[in-house]
Structure formats: structure tokens, C-alpha cells
């Protein structure tokens, strides 16, 4: 088998890593999985499951006994590891049967698979350990691939399996994961014996083999058919999703627009927590977006559980045309309230209508997924990959509505079935057992000058702390670095980049546009992006004047204008932190320009404390000195100029600032970026118009 014989699905096998793997069926196991998680096709992120069986050693006896491997609670196929796994005896899990007492008590059962743990270090069995437990396969895949779901979600949905795979698939009707269903799939097994699988009605798809090998090409082969099915019957029966209602934008309005109404959004589902955004233009979502059944589809909600819990019962369409007026943000927040209270209002409803007696509390009543006709989708979360991995189960969604739509017609899950899954004892506790959240989760920064020094420092600390950032300089070699070590640190969530000179006002609306488009809009504002000249007073030029003051000064201002512009409409709050200097309060020699425009950055802030109060945005200044590693600023003639006027060699500078200070230490960039954490990390929320001085102590620059 090789690529060219799918077109649906992607043939990953690779003969040779196989072999080396040989005779290690967990090995195996994990590298199918990986390959299996690897497209999105196929299963989502954190959806699906996967096992194998083989015999191992019991430690307590000596004896050779049956063991199952299989993802455990909370793990994701695609990136699957040994740790991630759970084993179980499968003796004693399929004992189990003997004390089940029905439906009513499947909840006790999870508790009891920890008396059927083999290796001590495994993680938590997952809901899903007793489908694969009763099943005598020594390979089995469950997954939610769109293709499998649209035929599983759709009417007549048992009808076409039986007949698309001439009764090779079984059937088995919706239930919610659990030992009852378990049970179900052996039953369904027994009734049919030689069957390559079974569809689970709504939900997704079971497949296997006797061999890591043959469960890998059974699963891309059940797949494959069902969605050359789906492709052959598109148009067929009407046209898709009922044709096209309305034109989208073109692609640069498409930005324009959400770039505006984004950090409006975001501060409604900021509601009951903060939120970090996403936005998808994505033609798929677009070819749905502007239909004529987005109106009937879109309320209905998914099908698959695992679509359900990453995107709520179901979306919030915007009732705004494309080319909407979006800059009147007070007026689209007005036009937008009703549609935000009537969401609530239809969650709070669905939560009384559904919820049992010991139900956990109602959650947050803000939308997931908000769809724009003719623009795009964003989602809001409460991190920038969950927001993302939202926006990509919907499109999963989106694609199960439309096979199901070209084969018969579309079946959600029913409410309180829904409701039974998102309200689950069993998902709370999971929920309870999720780790703190960091200080910064849910805040989103936009630090000027953060490809190199201080600014770097600065992003990495932020996002170390749980936050995402906005990184960019004026130099698009310095960023493309900065961008590349990132990306290998932090993955692809944590931040965005942006090239940015902050004396070009353009650059810096662009800027804010992308941190817009990015995550929904921004929290904290650093201005760090410096530069500096040291000359006699007779040596300075007006154009040395002039570039000090454009960068330092002019440009803290226009980079602060528009990040408060964009706080404002989020309606959260904020913070601008201010990278200023020791020199802004200490007169040195050679240094009149910037020690001017440094006297005038701080004073600056001291301004837009007093008037950004109201809006619950604090304003405050964190004053370095001589953070000579990794600077831009010590490159050139900065350094000599600051040597000759100390009298001193270039490589004595660390030497020297260190030795003039109370402390005797010398400053590092990590060091002022745990001086804005302070400021921001929650301590210190009633606090502003302050200065930090981080310089060692140096006594002529204490404020008070």
C-alpha cells in the first residue's frame, strides 16, 4: 500500500521505522497513534483513542498475563509518549462485568479500573478503556474522522453504513462513553462476527487489527471510503449547504473588519473570565458562513461529543453585514449587546431546562465559537491554543454537517444528551483537576523592541508566566531570529510577530491590527524599543535630537495612544509598563539628549497614569541601568561614548556600573522583566503612576 492509493486520508507507514519497532507492540502503538494524530482528518487534537494488547510479565507472579495499553485521560494521539499511557490487566477489566450494576451506576466504574492498573506509573484510564477492553482485538483505533461522523450524525445514518460497506461495519446507536456501551460494542461484535468495525451512531468510528500495521491501514481504508462516498454525493441531492446567501469581503477587508469588532468581542465573552482569541477566514468556514443553512444549521449544534465540549452547544452568529461600519465601537458594542444577552439568556435556559439535582454549577454563559457572515469565525478561550483548537473542531463540524447534509439530512446530539456530556461529574472532576492557571493566562502583551535585550527578555518572561505576546522590532533580520528561537521555545501559540518601527504610525496600527487578529486585542503594552546617543553638548546634532525624541518620546506616545485605544474598546482594563532609565532622574556628562527624552518618557507615564485611571489602566516605569547583555543600544558608539566619559575601557562598562552601585551587581535583562511581571503578575493590581528603578542602587536616582 502505498500514498497514491488514498486521496482522503495520508499514508504515513514507513516500512523501515516499523521494523526497527519490531516485536515492541507498545512501541508500535505509540507510532501509529502518532501517525494517526498527525492528520486532522482523521481525529481532532485530544480526540480518539488508541490500544494495544500483549502479554507481559505479572511482577507478582511470575506469569505471563494479557495486558491492554491505551491513551490515557486527557492525552492526545498525535503526540502520544509512554507516559501517556495506561495499562491495565485485561483479566480483571473484563471482570468487571460481574459486579456493573447498569446505566444508573456507570459513573463507580471509572474508580474501579484503578484496581485494574498494571504498571504503577500509569496515567488515568480514560471513559473510553471499557470499548476497547471487551473487544478481543490486539489493535484498535477509535476515532472522530469528519468523513466516519457525517455518515454517524446523518438520518438515515444506519441505512448507508450497512449499505456502503455491505454489512462489514457494524452499528451501534448514540450513548454516551462508558461501560454500558462497552459492552454494546462486544454485543454488536458477537451479532456480526467478521466485521472490520463499527460506526457509532453521532459519535465516530471503531477499527481494527491483529497488528499495529493492519489497525493503521484498516482505519485509513474505512476512512477513505467513507469520504470518497461523501465527495461523490456533494451537489447531488442540492446544492451545498443550500447555496450561497451572501459574498465575503475581499481578503483585506476580511482582516480590516475583524481587526476592528475582535477586541469588542473578546470583551464581551470576557464577561466571566479573560478570554484570548482566534480567527479563522478559512474558505471552508466561509463556504458555511455565507450559506442559506447557516441559519438553520448553526443552532443546532454537533454531533460528536468531542466537537460539543470544545465548542459549546453552539455558535453565536453576528447579525452584522461584511461591509458594516465597525469604527463607532460604543455603537457595535450597543448593537451587539442584545445578541450577547440572548445567547446567555439561551445557555442559562438550556442549563435549568437539562441540569439533575447534583449537576455542577452553570459556567461561563459567553459564546465559544462567534461566526461573521461574509468575514470569518473567531473563538475566545481561555488560552490561545485552546481558542485555536476550538476553531478547528468547529470546522470539523462544519464539515460533518455538510457530508451529512449531501447524504440525508444533519442530526445533532439531542440537548440532554448534550448536557449529560458537558455537565458530567466525571468532566467536572477532570476540570477540577486541571493545574492553576499562570498569573498572565488570558492576557496578552504587545512589547516594543522585543527581538533582542530587554524586550526579549521581557516577552520571554511573559510567556513563561502563562501570557501571550506580541513580539516585533524594526529590524527584519534581528525579528526573524527572535521569531525562530521563539517558535522553538514556545510553539506556535504563545506568540505572534510583527515588524515594527515605532515612529511609523502606520507600522504601529498594523501592529495593534495584528495583535487584534491574533489573539483579540491586547492587555499590556510595553514600550521598550530604544536608542541611544552620547556626545558633548557640542557634538550633538539636531538630528541626534530629533531621533532620540522620535524613538524614545513620540514614540512611547504613539504606541501607548494606540494600545489604549484598542483597551478601551476590550473594556478590561489594562497595562502600559514603561522601559525608561536611571538617567531620566540622574545628570551625567555627554548625555543631554537622552537624558531629556528619558526625563520626558517618564514624565510621559506620570501624565498617562493620572488620565488612564478611570479606565482601570495602570500606567507604570520600570528604570534600568547599564543592561549592557544582549543590548543593541551597547553595539556602537553608545558604549564608547559612556567609556570615554567614565574614562574607562569599552569591556570595563560591566565592571564599572557594578562596582558604583549599593548592591555591587550587574543588571540583566531577566532582571527587568521580572520587574514588569511584578507590576502585572496580580500583586499589584491598585498600583500606579510608580517607578521601579532595577540598577544595583544607585542613590542619586532614588525617587523619594
Same mark, same amino acid.
Given at each position: ?79 502520544? &509518549? $509512554? ?9 480483571? *477489566? ?16 471509572? #474508580?474501579? =479500573? ?9 496515567? %488515568? ?13 490486539? /489493535?484498535?483505533?477509535?476515532? /472522530? ?18 449499505? @456502503? =460497506? ?39 468510528? =471503531? ?47 476580511? *482582516?480590516?473588519?475583524? +481587526? ?5 468581542? $473578546? ?19 466561509? #463556504? ?35 461591509? #458594516?461600519?465597525?469604527?463607532?465601537? &460604543? ?8 445578541? =450577547? ?109 522585543? %527581538? ?32 525562530? !528561537?521563539?517558535?522553538? *521555545?514556545?510553539?506556535?501559540? %504563545?506568540?505572534?510577530?510583527? @515588524? ?12 495593534? !491590527? ?24 557640542? #557634538? ?44 531620566? @532622574? ?12 528619558? +526625563? ?5 507615564? $506620570? ?34 561614548? $559612556?567609556? &570615554? +566619559? ?5 569591556? !570595563? ?9 549599593? @548592591? ?41
Amino acid at each position: 500500500m502505498s500514498s497514491k492509493s488514498f486521496k482522503h486520508v495520508s499514508y504515513l507507514w514507513d516500512d523501515q521505522k516499523a521494523a526497527e519497532l519490531h516485536g515492541d507492540e507498545v512501541a508500535l502503538l505509540l507510532y501509529r497513534s502518532n501517525l494517526l494524530g498527525a492528520d486532522l482528518r482523521l481525529t481532532n487534537y485530544g480526540g480518539g483513542n488508541t490500544s494495544c494488547k500483549a502479554i507481559a510479565k505479572d511482577p507478582l507472579t511470575g506469569n505471563e498475563t494479557e495486558v491492554m495499553w491505551i491513551k490515557g485521560s486527557g492525552g492526545d494521539i498525535g503526540t502520544l &509518549k $509512554r507516559s501517556g499511557l495506561a495499562a491495565l490487566y485485561v483479566d480483571r *477489566l473484563r471482570a468487571l462485568k460481574t459486579i456493573y450494576r447498569g446505566l444508573a451506576h456507570e459513573d463507580e466504574m471509572v #474508580e474501579l =479500573f484503578n484496581h485494574c492498573i498494571y504498571d504503577l506509573a500509569s496515567k %488515568a484510564p480514560s471513559i473510553d478503556t471499557p470499548l476497547h477492553g471487551f473487544l478481543p482485538f490486539k /489493535h484498535i483505533d477509535h476515532l /472522530h474522522p469528519d468523513a466516519a461522523i457525517a455518515i454517524a450524525a446523518a438520518k438515515e445514518g444506519k441505512k448507508i453504513t450497512q449499505e @456502503l =460497506f455491505g454489512g462489514q461495519i457494524g452499528w451501534v446507536e448514540w450513548q454516551r462513553p462508558g461501560f454500558d456501551l462497552g459492552l454494546k460494542l462486544k454485543q454488536c461484535l458477537d451479532e456480526h462476527p467478521g466485521i472490520k468495525g463499527i460506526m457509532l451512531g453521532s459519535h465516530g468510528l =471503531f477499527t481494527w487489527g491483529d497488528t499495529a500495521y493492519e489497525s493503521y491501514i484498516n482505519t485509513l481504508e474505512v476512512i477513505e471510503q467513507c469520504a470518497e462516498y461523501l465527495e461523490k454525493n456533494y451537489g447531488k441531492r442540492r446544492a451545498v449547504f443550500g447555496g450561497t446567501k451572501i459574498q465575503s469581503a475581499k481578503k483585506e477587508d476580511r *482582516l480590516s473588519q475583524a +481587526a476592528l469588532i475582535a477586541p469588542v468581542l $473578546r470583551g464581551l465573552c470576557s464577561s466571566y473570565n479573560q478570554m484570548v482569541g482566534h480567527f479563522t477566514d478559512d474558505d471552508r468556514v466561509l #463556504e458555511f458562513i455565507n450559506s442559506h443553512d447557516l441559519e438553520r444549521l448553526a443552532p443546532m449544534g454537533t454531533s460528536c461529543p468531542d466537537h460539543f465540549l470544545r465548542t459549546k452547544i453552539s455558535p453565536l452568529v453576528l447579525e452584522l453585514k461584511p461591509d #458594516e461600519d465597525l469604527k463607532d465601537s &460604543k455603537a457595535i458594542k450597543d448593537k451587539l449587546h442584545n445578541s =450577547f444577552e440572548a445567547y446567555r439568556a439561551m445557555y442559562q435556559d438550556y442549563y435549568d431546562r437539562c441540569k439533575h439535582p447534583d449537576s455542577p454549577a452553570v459556567r461561563d454563559r459567553n459564546p465559544v465559537v462567534i461566526l461573521y457572515p461574509g468575514i470569518g469565525m473567531f473563538t475566545f478561550s481561555k488560552d490561545k491554543q485552546t481558542a485555536r483548537v476550538a476553531s478547528e473542531f468547529y470546522i470539523n463540524a462544519i464539515h460533518v454537517m455538510k457530508g451529512a447534509e449531501a447524504i440525508s439530512e444533519y442530526t445533532s446530539l439531542p440537548r440532554q444528551e448534550a448536557f449529560n456530556i458537558e455537565y458530567w461529574l466525571l468532566e467536572e472532576a477532570k476540570l477540577q483537576r486541571l493545574p492553576k492557571p499562570k498569573p498572565l493566562t488570558g492576557r496578552v502583551a504587545l512589547i516594543t523592541g522585543s %527581538a533582542g535585550g530587554i524586550g526579549k527578555a521581557i516577552a520571554k518572561k511573559f510567556i513563561a508566566e502563562g501570557g501571550c505576546v506580541m513580539i516585533n522590532d524594526n529590524d527584519d533580520s534581528r525579528l526573524a531570529k527572535a521569531d525562530e !528561537e521563539f517558535k522553538k *521555545l514556545f510553539g506556535k501559540d %504563545a506568540y505572534a510577530s510583527v @515588524l515594527l518601527d515605532v515612529t511609523n504610525a502606520e507600522q504601529i496600527k498594523k501592529a495593534f !491590527e495584528a495583535s487584534a487578529i491574533a489573539f483579540g486585542g491586547v492587555d499590556i503594552v510595553v514600550n521598550c524599543a530604544g536608542i541611544s546617543i552620547s556626545k558633548p553638548l557640542q #557634538e550633538h546634532t539636531e538630528k541626534d535630537w530629533d531621533f532620540l525624541y522620535d524613538i524614545l518620546v513620540k514614540g512611547q506616545f504613539l504606541v501607548t495612544q494606540h494600545g489604549v485605544e484598542l483597551m478601551r474598546k476590550q473594556n478590561l482594563g489594562g497595562d502600559v509598563i514603561n522601559i525608561v532609565s536611571k538617567n531620566a @532622574l540622574v545628570s551625567g556628562p555627554n548625555n543631554a539628549g537622552y537624558g531629556s527624552a528619558k +526625563a520626558a518618557q517618564l514624565h510621559l507615564s $506620570r501624565l498617562n497614569a493620572a488620565e488612564l485611571g478611570t479606565d482601570k489602566i495602570r500606567v507604570n516605569v520600570v528604570n534600568p541601568d547599564a543592561v549592557i547583555s544582549d543590548s543593541k543600544i551597547w553595539e556602537g558608539a553608545w558604549a564608547e561614548g $559612556r567609556a &570615554k +566619559a567614565y574614562g574607562v575601557k569599552v569591556e !570595563e562598562l560591566p565592571a564599572f556600573y557594578a562596582k558604583r552601585t549599593l @548592591l555591587n551587581e550587574i543588571i540583566l535583562p531577566e532582571d527587568i522583566a521580572n520587574a514588569c511581571f511584578v507590576f502585572v503578575g496580580g500583586l499589584l493590581t491598585k498600583s500606579t503612576g510608580n517607578v521601579l528603578n532595577v540598577d544595583g542602587g544607585v542613590a542619586m536616582a532614588f525617587v523619594r
